[in-house]
């Protein structure tokens, strides 16, 4: 296993094997593959702002990397919603983007830019397992006691490894 992020004299660095390379670049291809533009109106001045839909996300991963700004007020939230989860969409892309064309197998340094974007990808990422998984706040002691042998052990530890690769990066970037 990686043995994280470190600092780096122009940005970051860390050494992937070309194993943990393929699950990241799968992992965030499966996240980019969810944040696909969203739809706007049929009026041309709402397609070209990126006015999109005032309703969330019908899908527990969308609602949760897309989570509503006003629990309480729906109107607003709705309004918020139609203002900016194109621009947020567009964000999260263009950053599983910079993670998917710079992740390779080996030792990598990423400038402090692109830290970032892997900062958020990675984050992305862990909410969308995270929700699939039903992770809680126990989610260690469940990993400690869960078999081996059980079959939801491998993505636990996936998400475990993920939440180490992050801890990394944030650690090396600041």
Same mark, same amino acid.
């Given at each position: 296993m990686s043995a994280g992020f470190r600092a780096a004299r122009d940005g970051v660095s860390v050494h992937l094997d070309a194993g943990e390379v393929s699950i990241l670049r799968s992992l965030v291809s499966q996240v980019l593959g969810l944040v696909e533009p969203g739809t706007t109106g049929d009026? =041309?001045?709402?397609?070209?702002?990126?006015?999109?839909?005032?309703?969330? =996300? *019908? *899908? =527990?991963? &969308?609602?949760?990397?897309f989570p509503s700004a006003y629990a309480e007020d729906d109107e607003a939230a709705g309004e918020f919603r139609r203002y900016t989860e194109a621009t947020l969409r567009d964000g999260?892309?263009?950053?599983?983007? $910079?993670?998917?064309?710079?992740?390779?197998?080996?030792?990598?340094? &990423? $400038?402090?830019?692109?830290?970032q974007a892997w900062l958020r990808a990675l984050n992305d990422v862990r909410l969308a397992l995270g929700v699939r998984l039903e992770v809680t706040e126990e989610v260690h002691e469940e990993i400690a006691s869960m078999?081996? *042998?059980?079959?939801?052990? =491998?993505?636990?530890?996936?998400?475990d490894w993920?939440?180490? &690769?992050?801890?990394? &990066?944030?650690r090396a970037l600041w």
């Open positions: 009026d =041309p001045l709402e397609r070209a702002l990126g006015i999109g839909a005032a309703t969330p =996300p *019908d *899908d =527990p991963v &969308l609602a949760r990397l999260k892309r263009a950053d599983a983007t $910079t993670l998917l064309e710079t992740a390779a197998p080996g030792r990598l340094t &990423l $400038t402090s830019e692109q830290g078999s081996e *042998d059980d079959p939801r052990y =491998p993505a636990f530890v996936t998400y993920l939440t180490y &690769l992050q801890d990394t &990066l944030v």
